[in-house]
């Protein structure tokens, strides 16, 4: 009994002298494991009389328990300092000034891009695209622009061979939408993309550049309705306050074919160095889609019509941010770019 009571008392001094909850577990598995001291006690029973034993077994019993109990309790307070000296330690210093992210940011083009495509979707249009490598039969013959026709000079062009080339304008996507939609109506898209010409690069030509073509096509469809459309652009793209006015123009695919004006968001119409001093800036060519187009992609002239309009991008861009060289925006200066970053 006695070498009991000293077990109990060395016990429970050793949980209690414990310090963290991996010495605590080591106490645990040597007490109540296979090895420890109280299986060491339970060995005397076979020297204990016959009435000893229950009463010794059951006071091991207890003790064992009464370890558990001890053990338990100390875990909870030990687990609770062991915290507490955590957040101390890992406490973090809110007012640091931080590292700052590296972000990226779109590209001033695929900005106005993206702004003219949501305009259009908002518009109910569908955004159709088609191959910069394109045909002959697209870029030039279906838009009524035939072999041999001096209109061809108006784009000097990259040809790959007699039938190929790349594609001077979006207008070829146009014509490719037509052919695979007539004789459905209506036609309602805008066709974003990169264009080519032979031209020597320089403040306001590159040879690459981008183009956001438009087409509808339905029954009724009048000039009036293309001049709606385009203030909205003009408006979204320039300000609320813009006007805008046509000219008339020539194209082979449009009859009749205007050229639109933009007041000028610089000088509010009143001139300026960006308007030359007019007051108006050229932003598009567009038109009502010529009937020989039409018929040549399978509709008849007779029963619908269309408008169509074609702005050039980079146009838009080198206004609506005040950049004066078309080259900034294709030799991609990171510096340059970065000024575009909204985050900065
Ligand atoms: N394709 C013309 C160009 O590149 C732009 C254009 C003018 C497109 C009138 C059109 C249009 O769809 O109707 O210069």
Sequence with gaps: MEKLEQLREEGLAKIE????TKELQDIRVLYLGKKGPVQEVMKMMKDLSQEERPVFG???NEIKQTFEKAIEEKKVTLEASEINEKLKNEKIDITLSGLKPNLGNLHPLTVIQQEL???FIGLGYEVAEGPEVELDLYNFERANIPKDHPARDMQDTFYIDDETLLRTHTTAVQMRVLEENAPQLPIKVVCPGKVYRR?????THSHQFSQLEGLVVGENIRLSDLKGT????ARRMFGESREIRIRPSYFQFTEPSVEVDVSCHICNGKGCPTCKGTGWIEILGAGMVHPNVLSMAGYDPLTCSGFAFGIGMERVALLKYGIDDIRHLYTNDIRFLKTFNRFE
């Design 17 to 20: 002298a414990c310090t963290s």
């Design 58 to 60: 059951q006071q091991v």
């Design 117 to 119: 495509e949501d305009l």
């Design 199 to 203: 031209d020597d690069d320089d403040a």
């Design 230 to 233: 385009l203030e909205l652009v």
